[in-house]
Every structure is written in structure tokens, then in C-alpha cells.
């Protein structure tokens, strides 16, 4: 059965991670996306499979992908409806990875 990894992954990270899976014999197809939480840069890496590589895969990318502390704005909310923007640190980074069945893969 052949397999469609579709891994999310920071724009930060997915240099090293598109290049470390194509030298694992991958194919990788990478888009740009935006995350909907900071509103930051990712890659969306979609890469076709046999299923049984489908952990090799994933180690490469977790092996590429790491995370790391952001310190970023946030809104704070006072009873007498002020806001304030007050530093919040936010655990950013590390990948996102979904796989879906897939039932025809061709490479032409």
C-alpha cells in the first residue's frame, strides 16, 4: 500500500528536513503555508511513500524539525475591558505530520 505523508513542518527547519529526506531516497514536494495560531511561515512537505517506510520517513523529519521557546505578544484582558500586550513564551517548531492511504501513487 503506498502511503502520502503530508508533514508541517517550520520554515526554520525545512531546509534541513526536505534535504535530509530526498538524501534518504525520498521524493519531496514542498509548499508554503502559513500557520493559523502565530500567524508564521511554515512548509507543508508532502512526500509519497511505500508503507513500509512510512517510519524512516518520520524519523528524518523528527530528526530535522526541532522546537524551540518564542517569546511573543499576547493580549491580556483587564475587568474594565483594557488590554495589554504582555510577553507570553510559546513552544514553537518540531513538525506536524499526518498519513493518509493512498490508493494510486504514480511517479511520471
Known amino acids: 500500500m503506498q502511503k502520502l505523508i503530508i508533514a508541517i513542518v517550520s520554515n526554520e527547519d525545512s531546509t534541513a528536513a526536505s534535504r535530509a529526506l530526498t ?14 495560531f502565530l500567524l508564521s511561515g511554515n512548509t507543508t512537505m508532502l512526500v509519497g511513500t511505500d508503507a513500509d517506510r512510512v517510519d524512516e520517513a518520520i524519523h528524518i523529519i523528527g530528526e530535522n524539525s526541532c522546537k524551540r521557546n518564542k517569546m511573543v505578544s499576547g493580549n491580556t484582558s483587564f475587568n474594565a475591558g483594557m488590554y495589554a500586550n504582555v510577553p507570553v513564551q510559546v513552544t514553537v517548531g518540531g513538525a506536524t505530520i499526518f498519513v493518509i492511504d493512498v490508493e494510486r501513487y504514480e511517479k511520471l
Open 23 to 36: 538524501k534518504g531516497g525520498f521524493s519531496v514536494t514542498r509548499l508554503a503555508t502559513t500557520g493559523g
